[in-house]
């Protein structure tokens, strides 16, 4: 079956724009996770949704970064106002148990903001 | 705050020689480790956990609490095994955030 798709692949944005990134899990699967990877390192945790339910946004750099998940299955990571720092792979896994055990990862969403 | 560190940035071996990739961890709990694989041009997957004690492809990893490590080893490396290696841990009792080390490229040459 399919994996984890996100759109769009490639994204420029200017300096103050807001960005819309889409991820579809896998169908059936109840855990969603948002990640941040930056250049040279590895993932870092965003949020994570259980079904619709947001169960820790402890990631999000800052008030400007909002993700959705309203019903329990495509979720849309949302930046407003981006900067500059906020350029970097936006990834997204899925997982089928509530504890995000194993997780099946997104091919990524590669952000640029000049 | 519990740390991942990956102290290798790239590793370049010949095919057939031994690889062992590095992965130190902070944490004074019993953490939850993973490894992580990312060939070129190919998603994020898990290679392997702790908890399993398996192999795959041809790798191993052991969990050792006393030197807070968890070593990604290979007793004879293949072309195909060149990719980006991600160590990572969660800490234990059901947390499910995971924690990342910058990764370690490895390069098997033929």
């Known amino acids: 079956g399919a994996g984890v798709s996100q759109s769009p692949r490639y994204k420029v944005a200017k300096r103050g724009q807001d960005v819309a990134l889409r991820c579809d899990p896998i169908?059936?699967?109840?855990?969603l996770f948002w990640y941040q990877q930056a250049l040279g390192q590895g993932p870092e945790f965003l949020t994570y949704f259980q079904n619709e339910a947001q169960l820790d946004k402890s990631g999000l750099p800052s008030d400007r970064f909002f993700a959705e998940r309203p019903e329990g299955s495509v979720s849309t990571l949302k930046i407003q106002r981006t900067q500059q720092e906020d350029s970097a792979v936006y990834l997204c896994?899925?997982?089928?148990?509530?504890?995000?055990?194993?997780?099946?990862f997104g091919p990524g969403t590669r952000l640029t903001v000049t | 705050a519990q740390r991942v560190t990956q102290p290798e940035k790239l590793l370049s071996v010949f095919k057939g020689a031994p690889v062992e990739l590095k992965c130190n961890y902070s944490?004074?709990?019993?953490?939850?480790l993973f490894w992580y694989v990312q060939y070129s041009r190919q998603r994020l997957q898990l290679l392997l956990r702790?908890?399993s004690r398996e192999s795959i492809k041809g790798f191993t990893a052991d969990l050792n609490k006393g030197e807070t490590s968890f070593h990604l080893k290979k007793p004879f490396a293949q072309e195909e095994d060149s990719a980006m290696y991600y160590c990572?841990?969660?800490?234990?009792?059901?947390?499910?955030?995971?924690?990342f080390g910058r990764g370690t490229s490895l390069i098997v040459h033929p």
């Open positions: 944490y004074s709990g019993s953490p939850e």
């Open positions: 896994a899925s997982s089928p148990t509530g504890n995000g055990y194993e997780q099946y």
């Open positions: 169908s059936g699967h109840v855990s």
């Open positions: 702790h908890i």
């Open positions: 990572a841990l969660r800490l234990g009792g059901g947390s499910y955030i995971p924690t």
